[in-house]
């Protein structure tokens, strides 16, 4: 399974890129959900990350997608120019799916 990033910054999307992770930059809140979206189809993506600030642009949308949907999972990952990081992306999934450490 893959993992698939949705950004409002360019640089995350840059640097998970070099990384061998594909994923989109999107514009605002409705774009974002139509990425989610359409990442949710692709049956070979398992982890949806959404930055920081765009998953508080969100609502309550990441919580009815988690509902709706038992993978892929949906993440939220630090800010390039935000807070940082508190854990590692492995830590994130870890909580998505309710796994306590």
Do not use: Q, W
């Not at 509902?67 to 992306?89: W, Y």
């Amino acid at each position: 399974m893959r993992l698939f990033v949705v950004s409002n910054d360019e640089d995350t999307c840059t640097g998970l890129r070099l990384a061998g992770i594909e994923g989109v930059v999107v514009s605002g809140a409705a774009d974002a959900v139509a990425a989610i979206e359409t990442a949710a189809a692709d049956s070979n993506i398992g982890v949806i990350a959404v930055n920081r600030a765009l998953m508080n642009a969100l609502g309550g949308y990441p919580s009815e997608f988690r509902a709706a949907h038992g993978l892929p999972i949906l993440v939220e990952v630090p800010d390039t120019g935000g807070l940082p990081a508190s854990g590692s992306v492995a830590k994130y999934v870890r909580e998505a799916v309710g796994i306590k450490e």
